[in-house]
């Protein structure tokens, strides 16, 4: 029987991908899919990113939100201000979404000229960028290498981003996560990323992250304190992703691999298991995301080739892996308090959030005291079924991609 093919569809339309139509999207670089069944898309407005002319299209950078369960109806579209993301020299990349106090989305930027992580408020409808220069920058050690024998040389700046499980940061040892956590105990989520060029995986509190005073009057030296750098990996990683118990997925590009660590341990090489070695198939792992029955899917789109001049149309280049894991998106963590699922994350009411942070600054990390310590929280899963789009979708981003870049 011959193989039958189904072809992709534009997402959400034709005319949403209206090249050189600023109204439209330009140059989506990374999605993400929230509990919610919204879905956020990162758009740098730019095109020959890797190659600039006379023809390349320049809009303003923009986060569109698409709801799934309303036929992909688009329900906001934001525009990121130049002193946010530059207009003619941004490189958003990858995002993920925190929802907690209203929603939240951290994205890569790993502009040549002004790398970091971009913080975008869904409640306030406002976005501010968190930078730091040892490192969100690429590391002189890791700029030289190769992947399956093609040589390649560039300073590639903060790329990979995930975000980690809830936990109570006043408490030590490595089953601090395994353990309820009482109302009157702190929590917190890490956000981890890690420049291309690097062997480092990093990581910052989310609630540093969500300060916009944090990012707009902290010096460089309290912006390093609250960045945790947790240890060497073999390789430089692109795509990577938190599941919802806490296990981090990373490829490694010279080494035709994707890992996973988990985040409950040490992030040392003993933590680091290759769960899947290719040289032919696993060639430049990027996006990664999970379905709601157990399986993740990666995007491998042989970039390394792309970028050298040395892609093979006759070959295929791109494709969608998938691999059972029995887990789930970092997304479909949720707060269970009492057995009564709350707004997923830790969306807790206005006014019992308040304590200090790093350096000084307030943040929302909330602080139970007085409430109770017989009650205890919980996690559990609570996002409805949206993801059998997921295929489709990477299907359709893959597409964008060839055609922009």
């Known amino acids: 029987m011959a193989e039958q093919t189904q072809k992709s569809n534009p997402s959400p339309s034709w005319a949403m991908n209206e090249r050189g139509n600023c109204s439209a999207m330009q140059f989506v670089q990374g999605i993400a899919i929230d509990a919610y069944g919204i879905l956020w898309a ?30 992909g109806s688009l329900v906001h579209r934001y525009d990121f201000p130049d002193e946010v ?8 990349n990858k995002i993920v979404i925190d929802d907690a106090f209203g929603g939240y989305a951290y994205i890569t930027d790993n502009s040549g000229a002004d790398p970091g992580i971009v913080v975008f408020s869904r409640k306030l409808n406002t976005s501010w960028k968190v930078r730091e220069n040892n490192s969100m920058r690429a590391a002189q050690n890791a700029v030289q ?13 903060i790329d990979g981003i995930a975000l980690g499980p809830y936990f109570n940061p006043n408490v030590v040892g490595d089953n601090l996560n395994r353990q309820p956590i009482h109302y009157d105990e702190n929590f917190e989520r890490n956000v981890y990323y890690s420049p291309l060029s690097s062997y480092h995986l990093y990581s ?20 390093m304190a609250a960045v945790t750098d947790h240890g060497i990996k073999s390789s430089q ?47 430049w792992t990027d996006g990664m995301t999970f379905d709601s029955e157990g399986h993740l899917y990666v995007v ?25 894991t029995g887990t789930q998106s970092y997304v479909n963590t949720a707060a269970v308090i009492n057995s009564a699922v709350t707004d997923n994350g830790i969306s807790i ?57």
């Open 300 to 324: 491998v789109n042989r970039l390394h080739n792309f970028v050298a001049g040395r892609l093979d149309t006759n070959d295929v280049n791109f494709r969608i892996l998938r691999a059972t």
């Open 145 to 157: 290498f190769a992947v399956n024998g093609t040589n390649l040389g560039f300073a590639i700046h």
């Open 42 to 71: 990162v758009d740098s407005g730019r095109t020959e990113t890797l190659a600039p002319g006379p023809a390349s299209v320049i809009c303003g950078p923009k986060l569109w939100m698409f709801d799934l369960r309303r036929n």
């Open 349 to 405: 009411p206005d006014g019992i959030y308040e304590t200090t942070g790093f350096g000084g600054f307030p943040t929302t990390t909330p602080q139970f005291s007085g409430l109770g310590s017989d009650r205890r929280y919980f996690y559990n899963n609570s996002a409805s079924d949206i993801t059998s789009k997921i295929p489709f979708l990477l299907t359709a981003l893959l597409t964008c991609l060839l055609l922009r870049r």
């Open 85 to 92: 993301v530059s207009r003619g020299s941004n490189y958003l």
């Open 204 to 223: 910052i509190p989310a609630s540093v992250l969500r300060n916009p005073d944090f990012a707009r009057t902290a010096n460089p030296r309290q912006v």
């Open 237 to 283: 990683t692109d795509g990577m992703i938190m599941d919802n118990e806490g296990n981090l997925f990373f490829g490694l590009l010279k080494d035709h691999a994707i890992a996973r660590w988990n985040s409950y341990t040490p992030f040392t090489p003993q933590h680091q298991k290759i769960v899947a070695r290719d040289p032919y198939f696993i060639q």
